[in-house]
Structures are given as structure tokens and as C-alpha cells.
């Protein structure tokens, strides 16, 4: 398979696994047994375990990593269920992949991961001053993401909002493309898509605009920003859908929903996911970040029509954001720490690293790393231009720690669609997500205390 299809799908089938359930407060002690053969504090230090996805390295460069380290590597496959049984029996893998954008406030604030500011602070490898400010999604200070301690890296990133789009599209519905320096504005964003949009006997044949991106929570949570204000009020026990800004960016949704331009909780994509659809010709817009860029790569013909455009607006706040930030942590408990942030410095600085920022898969984790960003094509060109620009909108939108997001998500996708198809007003859907988003973060606090 080629590593372009391959690596797409490994990292989407990641995400989903990874917020597909949350980690309940404590785990029946009986299935620690069932799944802990050694969670890597056995082998007198030889072993280090490492809960990941199958294809985190190759053979070659897994053996390579193990006799620098002086370890054997033992992979369990990522399940958050047997992550939870671990956690609970307080036999841990010795490093976890995981999402930093959603993962690191909800098991930071339950004591479960390790402070990495000591190790960074002895480390020749890995900086902190050279950390690229996507890290800061794995930082928490114990009430608010984005400051504190690092509990983690990311091993690339993108800002999630950009979005690419097909040229050749644009020039047969007779559209101007979108420029590459200023945004758009989310209300011209619908209106293209909705113009982009081919439907064949009621049905659409090719989707003018994909916008739900991570997730609708993502969005939404981006769009209130960018209009000026947060779903979550100070503390992060708390949302808030009537505010101004927030109901703003849920009636923005909720129109794009009703359109049936692209895929939303009301309609989601029989295919999954982005990448095969815009692959096969069946969508103009993709709310992707530089990441996708890869996905595209593999077909020269659609590289050549594939441009990539700054995060569109809903207000005069501009900013760009980064859902993502998929890497590493270490457990409290794990008991091979010091052996768990030596592969961190491999991982994250070594030759996996560069052949990942090669690749191009994403933005690269450590500043020093950005000049070997792929540039020789020209898809690849204006990418990095286009990315070049939009860094400095980067921002940290945090998450609560009182509930994963797939949480909150799984209430978005019960109460928009039969609010949208019976055509509730945005003020009543506002009210009704608040109430059970509450609800759900009132009983997660509980647990934390």
C-alpha cells in the first residue's frame, strides 16, 4: 500500500479509536488480569511497552530504536478500554499515544501523566525553546490548557482549519479562488460551497464544502472563538450555546447542516472520512489541515488542481487552531521512565522525525525541524507558503477536563439532527446542548473533585 493511502488512514482510524470512549473512573480490578502480560515493568528494565497504533514504526526502524535503547519494544495496540485497566491497576504502558488537543486536561487533572519539564530541562536533545507552540496543546496547569507543565508531544501537527480545495471546481462553476493570504469569511465559505455542490435526481453527487473537520465540538468551539467569544466559561465546568458568539457559530452549522452541501452530524459521509472522497472527485472543500497535503500527493493529476487556503472566519478574531497534536506520554506509573523518554528524544528528534517531516506528513514538532518541510513540487510549494502565513494566527482552545470530547460530540450528534430536520429554532437547540453538556460536565467534576 502506498504510504500515502496507508498513512491517512492510520492516523484517522487512530483519532477515532483514541476519543472513542472516555476513561471511566475506575476500572473493574479483574480486567487488569486479563490484559496486563507484562505492561512493561517486567524484563528488569529491558522491555519498554508502548501502547500505540500498528504502524507506528517499520521493522527496520523498530529494531534500530531497541538496540539504541538497549530494549526490546513491546507494541500493544491502542484500545481505551484496556488503557483504563491499566491505568486503574496502576501497571501502565510506559509511554501512550495519544491526542494532546483533547487528551491532555482530561488525564492530566486525574494525576495520571508525567510531568516532562524535568526531563526537557536535563535533555541535549529536545528543547523546550525549540518546541514548536502546537506543544502547548499537551501543557495543563491544572485548571486550563495551553500553560502549566508539558504531559506530553507532539510528534506533528497541523492548524485544523485551513482548508484545501480543488482549482479545477472552482473554474468550472465560473468562481474566483480563494485568495491565499486573507480568510474568508465563514458566510462566504457556505455560500461557495453551496455553489460548488452537483446533485443528480435530489441527491449530491459531489459535496461543495466539507466543514466539520475534528469533530462539530471542534468547530464550534473555533467559530465562538474567532466571533470573540468561548463556549466554556472560566473554569471549564461549564458551556455556555446562548451566548452571542456561540449561538452565532451553532446557527452557522446548524445552515450548513440544513444546506446539505457536506457532511455533518445530520448526514455524515458514507465514506467515512475526507481523504477517499475529495481523492475520488466527490468534494470540493475539505476542512483539512497542511497534513492532507500527503493524502493528496499520491495523484498527480489532483496535486496539480489542489491548493491549500487559510482558515476561513466567523468574526474579526482570527485565529487557527490546532485539534490534533497527536503524540506521546508517559504514565505516573509507568515504571521505565527514564528509558520511555530516551525513545521520546529518538521519536521526536531522531531519524523518525526527519522522515516524518519528509514525508510530509503535518508540521514537524521541534522548530529546527520546519527547513526540511518537502518543497520541491509545487503543490508542496504553495502549502508551505500558505502554511508560513498562517502560523501566527496559532491558538490553544481548550478543552474541559471534565469531559473528552467525544463526549460532547456524542450530544451534538443526538440533538442536532432531529432539531435540524424539524427545523427548532437555534435559540431552543442552544438551550437543549447546554443543559446536557452541563449535566455531563457536573458529573465528570464530581469524579475529579
Known amino acids: 500500500m ?52 500498528g504502524e507506528e514504526w517499520d521493522a527496520k526502524t523498530k529494531k534500530t530504536i531497541e538496540k539504541t535503547l538497549g530494549v526490546t519494544i513491546r507494541v500493544i495496540t491502542y484500545d481505551v478500554t484496556k488503557l483504563n485497566a491499566l491505568l486503574s491497576a496502576k501497571t501502565p ?33 529536545l528543547k523546550a525553546s525549540d518546541l514548536a507552540p502546537a506543544n502547548d496543546v499537551w501543557r495543563f496547569d491544572g485548571k486550563k490548557q495551553g500553560a502549566g507543565p508539558r504531559y506530553g508531544l507532539a510528534k506533528d501537527y497541523s492548524q485544523d482549519c485551513m482548508f484545501w480545495y480543488r482549482a479545477d471546481m472552482f473554474e468550472e462553476a465560473g468562481l474566483d479562488l480563494p485568495s491565499a ?3 474568508l469569511s465563514m458566510d462566504e465559505w457556505l455560500d461557495l460551497g453551496k455553489r460548488l455542490t452537483r446533485r443528480r435526481l435530489g441527491k449530491v453527487k459531489v459535496y461543495g464544502l466539507s466543514a466539520g473537520g475534528m469533530g462539530a465540538m471542534s468547530q464550534l468551539m473555533w467559530m465562538t472563538a474567532s466571533a470573540g467569544g468561548s463556549l466554556f466559561a472560566d473554569g471549564m465546568a461549564t458551556v455556555d450555546f446562548s451566548s452571542p458568539e456561540a449561538r452565532k457559530a451553532l446557527a452557522w452549522y446548524v445552515d450548513y447542516a440544513k ?32 497534513w492532507f497535503g500527503s493524502v493528496i500527493a499520491g495523484d ?33 506509573d509507568a515504571k ?3 528509558a520511555a523518554w530516551k525513545l521520546f528524544e529518538i521519536h521526536f528528534a531522531g531519524k523518525p522525525a526527519q522522515e516524518r517531516v519528509a514525508g510530509g506528513w503535518g508540521l514537524p514538532p521541534l522548530n529546527s525541524l520546519r527547513a526540511k518541510l518537502p518543497r520541491d513540487t509545487a503543490i508542496q510549494k504553495q502549502a508551505y507558503a500558505a502554511q508560513e502565513r498562517e502560523l501566527p494566527y496559532f491558538a490553544v482552545l481548550p478543552v474541559s477536563p471534565y469531559a473528552q470530547t467525544d463526549a460532547l460530540n456524542g450530544i451534538l450528534s443526538k440533538v442536532l439532527p432531529d432539531a435540524v430536520k424539524s427545523g427548532t429554532p437555534v435559540g431552543r437547540i442552544a438551550d437543549a446542548l447546554t443543559s446536557r453538556m452541563n ?11
Open 336 to 338: 521505565n521512565k527514564e
Open 93 to 125: 504502558p510506559d509511554v501512550v499515544r495519544g491526542v494532546g488537543a483533547t487528551d491532555t486536561p482530561y488525564f492530566a487533572a486525574r494525576g495520571l501523566m508525567t510531568d516532562l519539564d524535568p526531563y526537557l530541562a536535563k535533555s541535549k536533545v
Open 259 to 290: 444546506a446539505d452541501i457536506g457532511p455533518s452530524v445530520v448526514n455524515p459521509n458514507p465514506d467515512g472520512w475526507d481523504g477517499p472522497t475529495y481523492q475520488a472527485g466527490r468534494m470540493a472543500m475539505s476542512c483539512d489541515g497542511h
Open 439 to 449: 449535566e455531563q460536565l457536573a458529573r465528570g467534576k464530581g469524579l475529579v473533585g
Open 300 to 332: 498527480a493529476k489532483l496535486a496539480k488542481v489542489s491548493r491549500l487556503a487559510p482558515a476561513p472566519q466567523l468574526g474579526s478574531h482570527r485565529v487557527s487552531p490546532c485539534f490534533g497534536g497527536t503524540g506521546f506520554w508517559i504514565p505516573k
Open 181 to 183: 493570504t486573507e480568510p
Open 2 to 53: 502506498p504510504v500515502s493511502a496507508r498513512g491517512s488512514l492510520d492516523r484517522r482510524r487512530f483519532l477515532a479509536a483514541s476519543a472513542g470512549a472516555a476513561l471511566t473512573a475506575a476500572a473493574v480490578p479483574g480486567c487488569a488480569a486479563s490484559v496486563d502480560s507484562g505492561s512493561g515493568s517486567g524484563g528488569g528494565g529491558k522491555t519498554l511497552t508502548v501502547m500505540t497504533v
